[in-house]
């Protein structure tokens, strides 16, 4: 099995230039239709974690949420940050090592929205940085999975994707889950944590 990724790792292929795959046109029309800024929430606020260059904090800020994006590799929040910061708060932070729970900064502390786009399968322990996000949900809030998907994957990207087994074991203890599949990418709409107490507000 491959070593985890350092965020010296991560830090290195960006400095380097270098990037991810960019945003599909399908999940960019999902993510609108299905992210649409919620009605009565006055500021809505998301996070996007593991945010590397941006570009899913660009779309959120896009459709009227302030973003607090975070990653734990320099170089590409410096990137993410000479793009376009416009309702967008940056954040140098490891997602796995208990302080995500420190970044938001406004009264509410919960956001109406969580994405994470293509970094689950590679953090350590994902159950427990979901169940840690899932806590700083907002009632009715949405946890957004966007995830290669091991099946429609060649098998040297097995590393870089989760299957069907992995993906049931993220779903059970929601309430609602809803599941799309966008080209060999599957997106995950999660709501209402059965198991996972609030934050303190
Ligand atoms: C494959 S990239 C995806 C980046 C972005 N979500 C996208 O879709 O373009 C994975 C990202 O996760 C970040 N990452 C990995 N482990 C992390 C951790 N423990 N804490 C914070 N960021 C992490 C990496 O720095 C990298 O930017």
Excluded at 20 to 42: C, H, M, N, Q, V
Excluded at 57 to 62: K, P, Q
Excluded at 94 to 108: C, E, K, M, R
Aim: net charge negative; with cysteine; charged share 25%.
């Amino acid at each position: 099995m491959k070593p985890t990724p350092t965020a010296q790792d991560w830090h290195a292929h960006y400095a380097a230039g270098r990037d991810f795959r960019p945003l599909s046109d399908t999940e960019r029309t999902i993510l609108r239709e299905r992210l649409a800024r919620p009605d009565g929430a006055e500021v809505p606020r998301a996070m996007d974690v593991a945010c590397g260059t941006g570009q899913l904090a660009r779309l959120l800020a896009g459709l009227g949420y302030l973003v607090d994006a975070v990653d734990f590799a320099e170089a590409a929040l410096e990137r993410a940050a000479a793009t376009s910061t416009s309702g967008i708060t940056y954040h140098c932070r490891d997602v796995t090592t208990g302080d995500i729970a420190a970044v938001p900064a406004h009264d509410s502390r919960t956001y109406e929205v969580i994405t994470l786009r293509r970094v689950l399968a590679h953090l350590p322990d994902r159950a427990r940085t979901v169940a840690e996000l899932a806590g700083l949900l907002a009632p009715d809030g949405i946890l957004c999975v966007i995830t290669p998907h091991a099946d429609r994957q060649p098998e040297k990207l097995r590393g870089i994707s989760l299957d069907d087994a992995e993906i049931a074991l993220l779903t059970d203890g929601w309430e609602h889950t809803d599941r799309i599949e966008a080209g060999n990418s599957t997106v995950l709409l999660l709501r209402g944590p059965t198991c996972v107490p609030r934050s303190p507000r």
